[in-house]
């Protein structure tokens, strides 16, 4: 069974840059695209953009600017900085893996990113 | 970006209801649609994917139709564990879409 978990500081100051990892187990990070999402409390989602095991991406452009996403194969772990943060960035974030029908099949539990000072 | 725009936003049901969920894409994604469930304080579980294809492991009460800009999710005889949220998600283009949700309430 896949599993992911996100990790990351849970408050980051504005201007600075936010950064998760994303930890695959029971499967290969290999032959996927990775996603992440994020939710605003009481809000919906918002897609972030994703990453294929190679290192091809793709980006929301109203994020593209801010946004890099990297893999690391060896360690089975992908990765997401967003730049510059205000608090309108404070949000849950989820990292997923996208499945069949391009559309993501397993979750992380979601942590919770506080943008403040 | 291709706008989804689900309804209602928000449904009162009873145990044994059935529901249905639409969702409107502003664009024409094929089958390119999934749906999502959410219940509070954990991550959106995926029930359907390609508009109709049920998800390993979901119940048969769920289904998906519809094809090009109109899509529907239906709950036949709700279970209390089906109160939740529910998105649509297009996967047709970048970048992804998603719906502003509907709740699922109980009456």
């Known amino acids: 069974q896949v599993q992911l978990q996100e990790s990351g500081p849970g408050l980051v100051k504005p201007s600075e840059t936010l950064s998760l990892t994303c930890t695959v187990s029971?499967?290969?990070?290999?032959?996927?695209?990775w996603s992440w999402i994020r939710q605003p409390a009481g809000k919906g989602l918002e897609w972030i953009g994703r990453i294929y095991a190679s290192g091809g991406t793709n980006y929301n452009p109203s994020l593209k600017s801010r946004v890099t996403m990297s893999v690391d194969t060896s360690e089975n772990q992908f990765s997401l900085k967003l730049s510059s943060v205000t608090a309108a960035d404070t949000a849950v974030y989820y990292c997923?893996?996208?499945?069949?029908?391009?559309?993501?099949?397993?979750w992380g539990q979601g942590t919770l990113v506080t943008v403040s000072s | 970006d291709i706008q989804m725009t689900q309804s209602p936003s928000s449904v009162s049901a009873s145990v044994g209801d059935r529901v249905t969920i639409t969702c409107r894409a502003s664009q024409d994604i094929s089958s390119w649609l999934a749906w999502y469930q959410q219940k509070p304080g954990k991550a959106p579980k995926l029930l359907i994917y390609?508009?109709?294809s049920l998800q390993s492991g979901v119940p048969s009460r769920f289904s998906g139709s519809g094809s090009g800009t109109d899509f529907t999710l239906t709950i036949n005889s709700l279970q209390p564990e089906d109160f939740a949220t529910y998105y649509c998600?297009?996967?047709?283009?970048?970048?992804?879409?998603f719906g502003l949700g509907t709740k699922v309430e109980i009456k």
């Open positions: 997923a893996r996208d499945g069949r029908g391009a559309t993501s099949d397993y």
């Open positions: 998600q297009q996967a047709n283009s970048f970048p992804r879409t």
């Open positions: 390609v508009a109709s």
């Open positions: 029971g499967g290969s990070i290999s032959n996927y695209y």
